[in-house]
């Protein structure tokens, strides 16, 4: 009896079925009402209507107000979905600047070895962070001098968003590690894409973004793995200070003050050190 229910709750009339062509034809799955207006030629209060029902039925998902997504019909009489979540976390920044970053970044840069169970943004406005149909949306906050190093990420054929480069998302991970899994996350991250990472344009994002904590973590990681030359090795220790600051901020105050790059190391470098044999 239910499956019959399901099938006649997820038929499609006619204006309906416009619609969807209409955005299938422009390879587009999450879409605005204004969209749905200019598809199908309804008015405002039509085209609301018309969505309302829609989403009622299972055949779109409302993300926001006036923001839709397609429900694939392969998902059965599934009504909650939150489409792609780099797409979805674009569209409810809504018209603020965005860039999909930290454990996100590295997941499409092939630098995790776990799925990812956060999307993880950083925008120039503060934007609301929030759980939409079982998965979270952390919006991370970045100045607007603080917005470089990114990269267009083709989602579908027609639909991109922005994310971090390969550096800029190593460099996001030791600024805040807490939203990577921590330093030995990054560090693995970076060890796994070390021979198509621009050593030089990591050093030079992490002096333009000028935070003690960032510069010392790539400086002490740069030189245990071998990856820079002295020259730029010597560009990061030129602009430390006598402060000491923890290598992993998520793990206790403890471990032996490396004076080279005025740290301590409350991770133990032998645990680094066998990221480079896995």
Same mark, same amino acid.
């Given at each position: 009896?239910?499956?019959?229910?399901?099938?006649?709750?997820?038929?499609?009339?006619?204006?309906?079925?416009?619609?969807?062509?209409?955005?299938?034809?422009?390879?587009?799955?999450?879409?605005?009402?204004?969209?749905?207006?200019?598809?199908?030629?309804?008015?405002?209060?039509?085209?609301?209507?018309?969505?309302?029902?829609?989403?009622?039925?299972?055949?779109?998902?409302?993300?926001?107000?006036?923001?839709?997504?397609?429900?694939?019909?392969?998902?059965?009489?599934?009504?909650?979905?939150?489409?792609?979540?780099?797409?979805?976390?674009?569209?409810?920044?809504?018209?603020?600047?965005?860039?999909?970053?930290?454990?996100?970044?590295?997941? %499409?840069? $092939?630098?995790?070895?776990?799925?990812? /169970?956060?999307?993880? *943004?950083?925008?120039?406005?503060?934007? =609301?962070? #929030?759980?939409?149909?079982?998965?979270?949306?952390?919006?991370?906050?970045?100045?607007?001098?603080?917005?470089?190093?990114?990269?267009?990420?083709?989602?579908?054929?027609?639909?991109?968003?922005?994310?971090?480069?390969?550096?800029?998302?190593?460099?996001?991970?030791?600024?805040?590690?807490?939203?990577?899994?921590?330093?030995?996350?990054?560090?693995?991250?970076?060890?796994?894409?070390?021979?198509?990472?621009?050593?030089?344009?990591?050093?030079?994002?992490?002096?333009?973004?000028?935070?003690?904590?960032? %510069?010392? $973590?790539?400086?002490?990681?740069?030189? /245990?793995?071998?990856? *820079?030359?002295?020259?730029?090795?010597? =560009?990061? #220790?030129?602009?430390?200070?006598?402060?000491?600051?923890?290598?992993?901020?998520?793990?206790?105050?403890?471990?032996?003050?490396?004076?080279?790059?005025?740290?301590?190391?409350?991770?133990?470098?032998?645990?680094?050190?066998?990221?480079?044999?896995?």
């Amino acid at each position: 009896m239910s499956t019959q229910h399901n099938e006649q709750s997820k038929t499609v009339g006619r204006q309906m079925a416009a619609l969807l062509a209409g955005l299938y034809d422009r390879s587009q799955t999450t879409f605005a009402l204004a969209d749905a207006q200019k598809i199908t030629g309804l008015s405002l209060p039509l085209a609301s209507s018309l969505l309302h029902k829609a989403a009622r039925r299972g055949l779109v998902s409302r993300l926001k107000p006036g923001v839709f997504v397609i429900v694939p019909p392969e998902l059965g009489s599934t009504k909650e979905y939150a489409g792609d979540p780099y797409l979805t976390a674009t569209k409810l920044a809504g018209n603020a600047p965005l860039f999909i970053s930290h454990a996100s970044a590295m997941e %499409i840069h $092939r630098m995790v070895t776990q799925p990812q /169970l956060v999307v993880f *943004a950083s925008s120039s406005k503060r934007v =609301r962070s #929030r759980v939409l149909h079982g998965t979270e949306f952390r919006f991370v906050f970045v100045r607007p001098e603080q917005y470089f190093g990114t990269v267009k990420h083709w989602v579908t054929k027609q639909e991109a968003v922005e994310i971090s480069d390969l550096e800029r998302t190593v460099i996001d991970g030791l600024r805040q590690p807490e939203y990577c899994g921590g330093v030995t996350e990054v560090a693995k991250g970076l060890w796994m894409r070390h021979k198509d990472i621009n050593v030089t344009r990591l050093v030079d994002y992490a002096l333009r973004l000028g935070i003690g904590a960032v %510069i010392r $973590r790539l400086g002490y990681l740069l030189e /245990l793995y071998q990856l *820079a030359p002295e020259n730029e090795l010597a =560009r990061l #220790r030129n602009e430390l200070t006598d402060t000491y600051l923890l290598l992993d901020p998520l793990l206790p105050k403890e471990g032996t003050h490396l004076r080279r790059w005025r740290i301590q190391l409350n991770v133990i470098p032998e645990e680094l050190e066998t990221i480079r044999t896995t």
